[in-house]
């Protein structure tokens, strides 16, 4: 995703208290089967909880523990299914959280672990009217509304000034605390000494 990132989010954060990141949210309000997640996820699973889709959830392994995330492909359909894709790869496996701002929000996605790095394929935009909430999961980008490509960030707080700026993608439902945990960066920039990263990501169904 080349300087994008960066800039995106230096640009917000001057301006708006925010970062270059952008969006996420949950999925159709539809009864639909309801799977457990339980000791088939991976090793550190804490308490099991009941997901709708297992096909469109993740399971974020941090040091602290899992965060399940579901993903809202009513909403974002093709970014949802690169997720999906890069996920299955291992695309994710390993990578940091290189920007984290105390109150707003947990970027990472970026193999280089520098905010300018991606898998070299731009989404177009698939802005909607779901609000960024805390745990929302939004789509980083540059200036350029069609150039989001592997990172993301979840949000530590609601931030409104981003609706309808940038992809929501989905939301996280179990272990928002671990994600509280991520170590936080400078100041201002946000960019991060030593930091967290993903141990691994999977898709929900594949775990079972």
Known sequence: MSKLGTLALVCLVAVAACG?????????????KTTTVSESAPANQEP?????????????????????????PDLAP???ARMKELTREGFYDGIVFHRVIEGFMAQTGDPTGTGTGGSGKNLDAEFSKASFDRGTLGMARSSSPNSADSQFFICLEAA??????YTVLGKVVDGMEHVDAIKKGAPGSGQVSNPDKM???KVLADTQ
């Open 160 to 165: 409104p000034h981003l609706n309808g700026q």
């Open 48 to 72: 099991p909880m009941a997901v709708s889709d297992p096909e469109n959830a993740l399971v974020i392994e941090l040091e602290g523990g899992n965060v399940i995330v579901e993903l809202a």
């Open 20 to 32: 270059e990141e952008t969006t996420s949210q949950s999925s159709d309000g539809t009864a639909a």
């Open 199 to 201: 141990i691994s990501v």
């Open 78 to 80: 093709t970014h949802v």
